[in-house]
T-cell receptor, first 114, second 115 residues
Framework: AQKVTQAQTEISVVEKEDVTLDCVYE???????LFWYKQPPSGELVFLIR??????QNEISGRYSWNFQKSTSSFNFTITASQVVDSAVYFC???????????FGPGTSLSVIP | KAGVTQTPRYLIKTRGQQVTLSCSPI?????VSWYQQTPGQGLQFLFE???????NKGNFPGRFSGRQFSNSRSEMNVSTLELGDSALYLC??????????????FGPGTRLLVL
């Protein structure tokens, strides 16, 4: 069975600190996708990244970076120099190769304090 | 370019009734996915449609159904509503289905309250 674990329920950081959100997944598929989404207080989900299981290259997009390690089944998300606008709930998700069996983690609520 | 729109934004129904929610994707997008978000179960995938065909379905009972029209607009229907169906229903659109390297764009959601 597929599973996504986000062990950090809530995190608080002071503005400009770096923060890493953990995501650990379980799947028996050899081909799968991993995702991160952001849900700000407004409630509208924002797609951040999709990574397929064959691409273990780390990704950087501005202050955001993602570290994918198949050896530890983790897909962690780091925000560098956090800002108040980063305050949101962040969800990690896993799907099969055809966007089947989509599973979301429980989410990590990040509060960035000015 | 207009974003993803969902109507209605808020809805109150009573148990046993049925409800239809609508999602209009970004112009040119042919894939629409639906999600349910509740405090207890979190975010769950409902279905994915592409070119009027359901490609994937999450683990939901048959009371939850959907369809997609030729203009890519999608509707989801929940029959015989239960209290546990109270949730935020989100839809997302993309150019192609989720199995492709596509960015998803989400609508603001429809908040359904079942009394």
């Amino acid at each position: 069975a597929q599973k996504v674990t986000q062990a950090q329920t809530e995190i608080s950081v002071v503005e400009k600190e770096d923060v890493t959100l953990d995501c650990v997944y379980e799947t028996r598929d050899t081909t799968y996708y991993l995702f991160w989404y952001k849900q700000p207080p407004s409630g509208e989900l924002v797609f951040l990244i999709r990574r397929n299981s064959f691409d273990e290259q780390n990704e950087i997009s501005g202050r955001y970076s993602w570290n994918f390690q198949k050896s530890t089944s983790s897909f962690n998300f780091t925000i560098t120099a956090s800002q108040v606008v980063d305050s949101a709930v962040y969800f990690c998700a896993l799907s099969g190769a055809s966007y089947d069996k989509v599973i979301f983690g429980p989410g990590t609520s990040l509060s960035v304090i000015p | 370019k207009a974003g993803v729109t969902q109507t209605p934004r808020y809805l109150i129904k009573t148990r046993g009734q049925q409800v239809t929610l609508s999602c209009s994707p970004i112009s040119g997008h042919r894939s629409v996915s639906w999600y349910q978000q509740t405090p207890g179960q979190g975010l769950q995938f409902l279905f994915e449609y592409f070119s009027e065909t359901q490609r994937n379905k999450g683990n939901f009972p048959g009371r939850f159904s959907g369809r997609q029209f030729s203009n890519s607009r999608s509707e989801m229907n929940v029959s015989t509503l239960e209290l546990g169906d109270s949730a935020l229903y989100l839809c997302a659109s993309s150019l192609r289905p989720g199995g492709y390297q596509e960015t998803q764009y989400f609508g603001p959601g429809t908040r359904l309250l079942v009394l």
